[in-house]
């Protein structure tokens, strides 16, 4: 019990640290259980700046004419949203957008989401993928990973005031988790434990309305989205059950394919961390 209260209160403070003061963008949350995700518009193709930056591969600095096609989330704030204006962005947007001007490479965003996304890169009709995509050693058999961006656990959460306050009161009932994640990988690991049903959703903010409305008790995300979520006033909160295992975020391709797509994104990542620009678009976000 006194664990699960310390857990709480460090998650509490940590959402403050996170997110505190972040922008009014109104948080997501879709009418109803087959709302498809806002149809987000990709950003126009990415002018290449040309920059000639001094880790890029000699092979293909500047980009060869080519414009990658990269994958995204729908909704998955702070790291890819629309904002008040309708603006598509979040950490992954413009971490892509720094790199591709750092590298000198084109390319076409495209919010697939999660899943969706993944099938993409795999299926060769995207290039890369950029999704607050956890690394896993499971992952590596299909992908290759840039360097870690961020890290990230996975956290229960479940709607305000709920009587659910730990992964033993799970037993019996429905729990929401989102397509291909590592959420939804973590739920199942533990479901037939602590004896509950698992309902799947494509997108974050349908998983999160069915919380909300009751229909699920609980649902399982990375940390940091669930605390950016709640701080923009998503009507959730995180009990202080978490999986503590912090994963690393990277960019990547299919297995094999786009090495020096790869390659240019390691670099530019590289300086941009370098430079200053990546902690300006994680403050962006965080603050
Ligand atoms: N980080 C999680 C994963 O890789 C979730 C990513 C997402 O939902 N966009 O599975």
């Not at 739920?187 to 049903?197: D, Q, R, T, V």
Request: proline share 4%; aromatic share 10%; glycine share 8%.
């Amino acid at each position: 019990m006194k664990k699960k209260f310390l857990s709480a209160v460090l998650a509490a403070a940590m959402v403050l640290t996170m997110t505190a003061c972040g922008n009014d963008t109104q948080a997501p949350a879709p009418e109803a259980d087959n709302a498809a995700p806002a149809q987000t518009e990709a950003p126009a193709e990415t002018e290449s700046a040309g920059d000639e930056a001094e880790a890029a591969p000699a092979d293909n600095a500047g980009g060869d004419g080519k414009t990658y096609i990269i994958a995204t989330d729908t909704v998955f704030a702070p790291f890819e949203f629309n904002d008040a204006s309708n603006n598509f962005v979040g950490i992954d947007v413009d971490l892509l957008a720094a790199i591709a001007e750092d590298q000198g490479f084109t390319y076409e965003l495209q919010p697939l989401g999660f899943d969706a996304a993944l099938l993409a890169v795999e299926s060769g009709q995207a290039d890369g993928v950029i999704a607050g995509m956890s690394i896993t050693d499971e992952r590596k058999e299909k992908f290759d990973f840039s360097d870690s961006y961020y890290d990230a656990g996975v956290t229960m959460a479940v709607a305000k005031g709920s009587e659910v306050a730990s992964f033993e009161d799970l037993s019996g009932k429905t729990v929401a988790v989102k397509t291909g994640t590592n959420g939804s990988a973590f739920a199942k690991s533990i479901a037939e434990e602590y004896g509950f049903e698992i309902v799947e959703f494509s997108d974050s903010p349908t998983m999160y309305q069915d919380v909300i409305t009751g229909n699920t008790v609980a649902c399982f995300e990375d940390y940091p989205v669930m605390a950016y979520n709640i701080q923009q006033g998503a009507g959730m909160e995180m009990p202080g059950d978490v999986n503590e295992s912090q994963t690393p975020y990277g960019f990547a391709v299919k297995k094999g394919q786009n090495a020096e797509l790869l390659s240019m994104f390691q670099a530019g990542l590289a300086n941009i961390k370098e430079n200053g620009k990546y902690d300006e678009i994680i403050s962006t976000y965080t603050k």
